[in-house]
């Protein structure tokens, strides 16, 4: 299957974005044997996450409202943001996956989720940290923190891409801030 989706990702997909997808893969597989997650499913989330990536806006939201997921405002004016869902969509009907947690991991590796699983946190936080993104003291630190604590990891991770679509006065799916807020909540009670 790992052949097949990589034949597939490089007719649709240049190769920078392929590289970055392998990189991905590569700490996602890190990020589950540390933290004890079945690293054959992450890495099949892991390499499928962005199979949407290139598609045009117009070709989202027609896959996206065919497959019935509710389309808000902020989806409707960035239907970008919907190569998350729609790579779901790809991953079951064009290579069978019908394993939902691998599913949701690609479908939830832009917004996050209140609640979603900690395959999917290590897929979203790979997405975000993985090395090419820079060297930043602040992403090093939020690597290391990946490595020892998803939850906080991941309410940590929301507060970085608040603060960067904040400082471009870009929009905000309202769904970053309730994962976030899920998650510093997670990290309160323990
Ligand atoms: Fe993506
Ligand atoms: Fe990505």
Not at 146 to 155: D, G, I, P, Q, T
Not at 162 to 185: A, D, G, K
Request: charged share 25%; net charge negative; with cysteine.
């Amino acid at each position: 299957m790992r052949e097949q989706v990589l034949t597939w990702l490089a007719e649709h997909v240049p190769a920078t974005r392929i590289d970055h997808i392998l990189r991905v893969e590569e700490m996602a597989i890190e990020l589950a044997s540390l933290h004890n997650i079945d690293s054959e499913k992450t890495a099949s989330a892991a390499l499928m996450h962005d199979l949407a990536k290139y598609f045009s806006p117009k070709r989202l939201l027609q896959m996206a409202r065919a497959d019935g997921l509710e389309i808000d405002e902020v989806l409707e004016s960035n239907p970008h943001l919907l190569h998350a869902d729609v790579g779901a969509i790809v991953a079951r009907e064009t290579f069978g996956v019908n394993d939902k947690e691998i599913l949701q991991a690609i479908a939830n590796h832009t917004l996050g989720r209140p609640g979603m699983s900690r395959l999917c946190c290590i897929v979203f936080l790979a997405d975000s940290l993985e090395p090419a993104r820079g060297e930043t003291k602040e992403l090093q630190v939020l690597r290391e923190v990946s490595y020892s604590n998803l939850e906080r990891a991941m309410w940590l991770t929301c507060d970085r891409t608040v603060q960067y679509l904040l400082e471009r006065r870009c929009t905000i799916h309202p769904r970053v801030i309730t994962t976030r807020n899920w998650f510093l909540s997670k990290s309160k009670s323990k």
